[in-house]
């Protein structure tokens, strides 16, 4: 309702297509700024207190809006403002609402309960918008803003219900910006997560082109008021509510690259087909359709991302994915916006459909971590160092040494192994890594690798999964001695 009440109002205020689409930019440009930052914050801090200020501030923002709407006292940039402060809030939510799924559900349910999240999601995107058209037809758009101020009251008091299994206090806190640099340290490193990414920013740049310029559409094109507009928007959701009914079976049948692969090719057609039809019932026909390929790509690159990622790091990285899909599509807004402001509407979505199906094509080689081949549960194998005198937490840096006999023959399998180790390595805190072979004894080999402090690398101790476990062991079955390979400690002189 608030999506249909902003694009409709902007399009009486600001009535040209770039302006229209900057509603689109201030709802998800916010995650574009802070989207990192807040998944740090949901991984630092009770992600239900997080979740508790974050839902009373969007609906303070909301309510602001609605009043001022309301009073007739809201113009272009006054919208724009309060719509960012609304995207500020979702943006902070964002990352906790997600990361808090696992904590409520066995994992082998994860990505059922992923797709029965996006049905309930996709069922208010279905009847909010037509509900919505249908407030701001009969009342007002300010009507519209206040009754999403007042939805933020159930949310509330969920939450403020909810008995959250308190989390015990880490030993080695961590900071805000280092939590921040861990999270992208930790995407860098992690090629599950980069197929992820780039699938989800090929699709929604080109995706954002009908969410941005679908109210110039009803209202130019198809010649409807703001309830046809509503109800397009709620083709969309319908859509997305088939495509989560039908997705499990569909998972059955085909890989997830395949499917994702395929769903954006879909959605590239019905970009193609908006180009032409001018017929309602085909466009909202049409955006069924859209809504059922919008849904297998979002819920599948979602639950790929989830299902691979550790407790200990899954808001940030979440966060990540957050900042490119609100990202693209606030960037993508801006620039379909300003396509369709020079070259029309039509031709904006005939390009952004040719658009869809070459990232489609370019994309389609990019594999998903498999849930199956994937176990996130802390290993906790490495044992506990013990020192006459302990050092202290901010000590550092610290250099790790892993002392390695290997045969000769075996010597480049050894070192193709411990390429996965170093990614390992890197992503749960290394800064450095290095793999040296003794000059004087070849099948002597010294891992290293070096962290910012000690208690960086105790971290280190807490991150490592039980996937992590299983590539250490591929690596280590080609040591020759009985003993395991010795573990050395180094830290820099105080």
């Not at 919505?132 to 939805?151: D, E, Q, T």
């Not at 990202?327 to 390009?351: D, K, N, P, Q, Y």
């Not at 010597?411 to 040296?436: H, N, P, S, T, Y």
Request: charged share 15%; aromatic share 8%; net charge neutral.
């Amino acid at each position: 309702m608030q999506n249909v009440g902003a694009a409709w109002l902007m399009t009486s205020l600001g009535p040209t297509a770039i302006q229209v689409a900057l509603v689109q930019t201030a709802t998800n440009l916010p995650v574009f700024l802070l989207g990192v930052p807040a998944g740090a914050f949901a991984d630092i801090f009770d992600r239900r207190k997080l979740l508790l200020v974050t839902q009373a501030w969007m609906l303070g923002a909301a309510a602001v809006l609605g009043v001022l709407t309301a009073a007739h006292q809201t113009g272009p940039w006054m919208l724009l403002f309060l719509t960012f402060a609304l995207g500020l809030g979702a943006t902070m939510n964002g990352p906790a609402w997600q990361a808090i799924l696992p904590e409520l559900l066995p994992r082998s349910e994860l990505p059922a309960a992923i797709a029965l999240n996006s049905v309930g999601f996709n069922l208010a995107r279905a009847v909010g918008p037509a509900l919505g058209g249908l407030v701001v037809s009969a009342v007002s758009p300010g009507a519209a803003f206040l009754l999403n101020a007042v939805s933020f009251v159930g949310v509330l008091v969920v939450l403020y219900l909810w008995k959250r299994t308190p989390e015990a206090e880490p030993n080695n806190p961590e900071s805000v910006g280092s939590a921040i640099i861990a999270g992208f340290r930790y995407v860098r490193f992690a090629p599950e997560m980069h197929s992820v990414l780039i699938r989800s920013g090929v699709f929604i740049i080109s995706a954002s082109a009908i969410w941005s310029i679908l109210p110039l559409v009803a209202k130019v094109e198809l010649h409807s008021e703001s309830s046809g507009y509503g109800v397009l928007l709620g083709c969309l959701g319908v859509g997305s509510i088939l495509g989560a009914l039908i997705l499990t079976r569909v998972r059955h049948l085909l890989r997830s690259e395949t499917l994702v692969t395929l769903a954006i090719a879909l959605f590239g057609l019905v970009n193609i087909a908006l180009a032409y039809l001018q017929n309602f019932s085909l466009v909202a026909f049409a955006l069924l359709l859209g809504g059922m390929a919008w849904m297998a790509v979002n819920s599948t690159l979602n639950t790929v991302a989830q299902t691979s990622l550790p407790a200990w790091v899954r808001a940030r990285a979440l966060g990540v994915y957050l900042l490119v899909f609100q990202g693209a599509m606030a960037l993508g807004s801006v620039f379909w916006g300003e396509i369709a402001s020079r070259a029309g509407l039509r031709m904006t979505l005939l390009t952004a459909g040719i658009a869809l199906l070459v990232g489609a094509g370019i994309t389609a080689r990019l594999k998903f971590a498999s849930p199956k081949e994937v176990d996130t549960t802390p290993s906790l194998h490495w044992p506990e160092p013990h020192f006459e005198v302990a050092p202290k937490p901010e000590h550092g840096p610290v250099l790790v040494t892993v002392e390695y006999f290997i045969a000769l023959p075996d010597a480049g399998g050894f070192a193709q192994a411990m390429k996965r180790v170093e990614r390992i390595r890197r992503r749960d805190g290394a800064i450095q890594w290095g793999l040296f072979q003794d000059a004087a004894m070849p099948g002597r080999f010294i891992e290293s690798f070096m962290v910012e402090s000690w208690a960086e690398h105790l971290r280190q101790h807490e991150r490592i999964t039980v996937t992590d476990r299983r590539f250490e062991e591929m690596a280590r079955v080609f040591h020759q001695r009985e003993e395991p390979p010795a573990v050395t400690h180094w830290i820099a002189a105080q």
